[in-house]
């Protein structure tokens, strides 16, 4: 049996639906490098999701608990929006 994890406070929801997957590497290496900076400490969860769909919006991020959805989204606008995210 696998180690029980802890309800995460926060979760940052990655689309990996066919359309988003083309756009979203760098939003994918931001985050690793934010989890890696981080660590578990934030106690903040990415979930890769299947399609939202919103592909006509691709690539596609959101943010809970804050209900914050971001579309079309680029690397640089994750890296200030993780800033913002984690204060
Ligand atoms: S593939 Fe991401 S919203 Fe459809």
């Known amino acids: 049996m696998g180690k029980v994890k ?3 406070e926060k979760i940052i929801g990655v689309c990996t639906g066919s359309k ?4 979203n590497k760098e939003i994918l290496a931001s985050l ?3 989890r890696k900076d981080k660590g578990n400490k ?3 969860e990415v ?3 299947l399609c939202l769909d919103r592909c006509k919006q691709a690539p596609v991020v959101f943010f809970q608990p804050e209900n914050r959805w971001l579309t079309k ?3 640089e606008e994750i890296k200030r929006s993780l800033e913002v ?3």
């Open 6 to 8: 802890e309800n995460p």
């Open 20 to 23: 988003c997957r083309k756009y």
């Open 32 to 34: 690793k490098q934010f």
């Open 42 to 44: 934030e106690k903040i």
């Open 47 to 49: 979930v890769k999701t």
């Open 73 to 75: 989204v680029q690397a």
């Open 85 to 87: 995210f984690t204060k």
